[in-house]
């Protein structure tokens, strides 16, 4: 688990090196428990280790471990909340003290980023239809706000790391924020956003379900948020402002107001580029739109 150790390392410190190695006996305890056949680890995010398996009527399933107990409750909340969409994985079991989900595998399981990029807008505009009809529940406890003031305040103590405060200094950052806080103050409709709806938590459903969100952070906020991880992708490839005006007539979206959240967002793209070795003319476009 050394590349999943590095991820979570990230996110959590090096601490999480005594969770990780739990993990195997966890594993098991929660396999015997549910009747559950453990296969391979399936490379994951920063945040969860995903082991696939079995249930025990055959049918390809998930198990979802992280050391953010916490988090996986939050998820299965959401998944249940987004549930009558069609549009999340089902889940199965959960185990809040142990940290663990059982969802179901989504099958073919193609990540958005390996599919045709022809169709994709229209196939991203139809999940984003679905997704966001669904009703957000009275009094749920999380906006777009608030994302924003964790990621920024969690995010930024990156900035001290000098390959990364060598590319983004503090006039970009708070450039970023002030435009974060401009683009909020100016919300008109709110829908019930994923909230993290990048191209790897977008998985091929096949032809009767379509693509397939996973791993959602649910917020109420701006619907052109769950478009904006997918236009700043396009860095490197058509370009940012040409898959922005595309994204946004498939999606149905407010082009301008999607424009000025890549700009949000593009100091935090840099960030993850240069923590994995992205390559440099993807960075420099980013660069060009912090600023």
Same mark, same amino acid.
């Given at each position: 688990?050394?590349?999943?150790?590095?991820?979570?390392?990230?996110?959590?410190?090096?601490?999480?090196?005594?969770?990780?190695?739990?993990?195997?006996?966890?594993?098991?305890?929660?396999?015997?428990?549910?009747?559950? %056949?453990?296969?391979?680890?399936?490379?994951?995010?920063?945040?969860?280790?995903?082991?696939?398996?079995?249930?025990?009527?055959?049918?390809?399933?998930? /198990?979802?471990?992280?050391?953010?107990?916490?988090?996986?409750?939050?998820?299965?909340?959401?998944?249940?909340?987004?549930?009558?969409?069609?549009?999340?994985?089902? %889940?199965?079991?959960?185990?809040?003290?142990?940290?663990?989900?059982?969802?179901?595998?989504?099958?073919?399981?193609?990540?958005?980023?390996?599919?045709?990029?022809?169709?994709?807008?229209?196939?991203?505009?139809?999940?984003?239809?679905?997704?966001?009809?669904?009703?957000?529940?009275?009094?749920?406890?999380?906006? /777009?706000?608030?994302?924003?003031?964790?990621?920024?305040?969690?995010?930024?103590?990156?900035?001290?790391?000098?390959?990364?405060?060598?590319?983004?200094?503090?006039?970009?950052?708070?450039?970023?924020?002030?435009?974060?806080?401009?683009? /909020?103050?100016?919300?008109?409709?709110?829908?019930?956003?994923?909230?993290?709806?990048?191209?790897?938590? +977008?998985?091929?459903?096949?032809?009767?379900?379509?693509?397939?969100?996973?791993?959602?952070? +649910?917020?109420?906020?701006?619907?052109?948020?769950? *478009?904006?991880?997918?236009?700043?992708?396009?860095?490197?490839?058509?370009?940012? *402002?040409?898959?922005?005006?595309?994204?946004?007539?498939?999606?149905?979206?407010?082009?301008?107001?999607?424009? *000025?959240?890549?700009?949000?967002?593009?100091?935090?793209?840099?960030?993850?580029?240069?923590?994995?070795?992205?390559?440099?003319?993807?960075?420099?476009?980013?660069?060009?739109?912090?600023?």
């Amino acid at each position: 688990m050394g590349d999943v150790g590095a991820r979570l390392a990230l996110r959590f410190g090096p601490e999480v090196d005594g969770w990780l190695a739990e993990v195997p006996i966890v594993a098991a305890r929660l396999a015997s428990r549910w009747g559950l %056949v453990l296969g391979e680890p399936i490379e994951g995010g920063a945040s969860s280790v995903v082991l696939r398996c079995r249930w025990p009527d055959g049918t390809p399933t998930v /198990l979802k471990l992280s050391p953010d107990r916490a988090l996986l409750v939050e998820q299965t909340k959401m998944l249940s909340v987004f549930a009558s969409s069609g549009r999340v994985p089902a %889940v199965l079991a959960t185990d809040a003290e142990a940290g663990a989900m059982v969802l179901e595998e989504v099958l073919p399981g193609i990540a958005a980023e390996d599919m045709p990029r022809t169709s994709l807008p229209q196939r991203w505009g139809e999940m984003l239809a679905a997704l966001h009809a669904v009703p957000p529940p009275a009094g749920w406890p999380w906006d /777009l706000r608030g994302r924003f003031e964790e990621s920024f305040a969690r995010i930024s103590r990156r900035l001290s790391e000098p390959a990364i405060g060598a590319r983004i200094d503090q006039a970009t950052w708070q450039r970023a924020i002030q435009r974060c806080e401009t683009l /909020l103050d100016t919300q008109t409709t709110l829908v019930l956003l994923h909230g993290d709806l990048h191209l790897g938590n +977008a998985l091929d459903g096949g032809p009767s379900r379509g693509l397939i969100a996973i791993d959602p952070k +649910a917020c109420t906020g701006d619907p052109c948020f769950d *478009a904006v991880d997918y236009v700043v992708a396009g860095a490197g490839h058509e370009g940012v *402002a040409t898959r922005c005006q595309r994204v946004a007539t498939a999606c149905g979206l407010d082009g301008d107001r999607l424009y *000025a959240w890549s700009r949000v967002i593009a100091p935090m793209a840099v960030i993850a580029h240069l923590t994995y070795d992205g390559p440099e003319p993807v960075i420099d476009e980013l660069l060009t739109l912090t600023r």
